[in-house]
């Protein structure tokens, strides 16, 4: 598919300026063309901002980016309507939210009526200000981030619906030996930061999503994908399984693997390799189970648990 090589050539301009996050880049476009949005968590320094401003350019897109903390109101996110003396009218002015990538670093140091205020915009593409509403720009992909390493200091915990919102959540480690090599390198003998051509076009987005419409699911992937979402629901480690929405974002992702793959239709592995993206956030662990292990881990071993089917009907 000529999908594949515009990807390969996205991956190949972001990789100007961001060096080995080619797989953050393929989940990135998933989440953009399912209108989803991503939870980032990293320590400070693994080139969140750079990735996504990168990305922003990359994709013909705006970008804006706002600092979380304790003092920030829902109003410096979406905007304000003030009166203007010289015109003799109120006027209204949009906030930081109105862009194609919006960059919420830190989200866990705002507080919960502050984090609120993306609910809408993440749900329905649009904001409201002093019962104004306005529409978002398409394409709208929030990229949220928090520091583990702050997680009880300082910081107000997501709630439930917010996590729910978020479509996938990457961890970024840190980078591999060779890929730091050639960070330290270019920054040595070169530029550190190259232009950045726009690889996909408006268009090409909107392109793409009609593609993804048309990625097929058939009835063995389909059940296979069930057995994963209703197990959450049983499992003994799980307090709170996978809801409904959840089980349709994993096809959602799932779709859109396929796609950036090259392919028309959904196999199993597509299923398995991006349920912990999808599912991990979404399920919370009983008391117990929560000492010794992690949410990712259950749902990496639950999927280990479900053997993939072998013949496939596309």
């Known amino acids: 598919m000529e999908w594949s090589a515009k990807l390969e050539k996205l991956k190949k301009e972001i990789s100007k300026n961001v060096i080995g996050r080619d797989f953050e880049v393929e989940m990135m476009v998933i989440s953009l063309l399912n209108n989803g949005h991503i939870l980032m968590e990293s320590v400070p320094g693994t080139g969140k901002t750079l990735l996504a401003k990168t990305f922003s350019k990359a994709i013909s897109g705006e970008f804006s980016r706002i600092q979380f903390t304790p003092d920030v109101l829902p109003s410096d996110i979406t905007g304000i309507q003030f009166f203007n003396p010289k015109l003799q009218e109120f006027v209204l002015k949009p906030g930081p939210i109105v862009t194609n990538i919006l960059l919420a670093d830190e989200i ?3 507080t919960p009526r502050t984090q609120s205020s993306l609910l809408e915009a ?6 409201t200000i002093d019962g104004h509403t306005i529409q978002l720009n398409t394409p709208f992909l929030v990229i949220a981030t928090q520091n583990p390493v702050e997680s009880q200091q300082g910081t107000f915990q997501l709630p439930v619906a917010q996590m729910d919102r978020f479509f996938i959540k990457l961890s970024l480690g840190y980078p591999e030996l060779n890929e730091e090599r050639e960070m330290i390198r270019k920054h040595r003998f070169g530029s550190s930061k190259e232009e950045i051509n726009p690889v996909l076009s408006k268009e090409d987005i909107i392109q793409l999503k009609r593609e993804l419409e048309n990625v097929q699911l058939s009835e063995v992937v389909e059940q296979y ?9 049983n499992h003994s480690s799980i307090e709170l399984g996978i809801s409904p929405r959840g089980t ?8 859109g693997r396929a796609l950036v793959k090259g392919r028309n239709y959904v196999i199993p592995n597509d299923i398995k390799e991006m349920a ?4 991990g956030h979404r399920i919370y662990l009983t008391a117990e189970a929560s000492l010794t292990s992690t949410p990712e881990k259950v749902v990496k071993d639950l ?5 993939l ?3 496939v009907e596309v």
């Open 108 to 110: 866990n140091r705002a």
């Open 122 to 127: 993440m749900e329905e593409q649009q904001v």
């Open 225 to 233: 994908l069930l057995k994963i979402t209703r197990e959450t629901r």
């Open 248 to 255: 349709l974002a994993l096809v959602k992702a799932a779709q």
């Open 276 to 279: 912990p993206f999808v599912l």
């Open 303 to 307: 999927l280990e648990s479900i053997p």
């Open 309 to 311: 089917p072998v013949e």
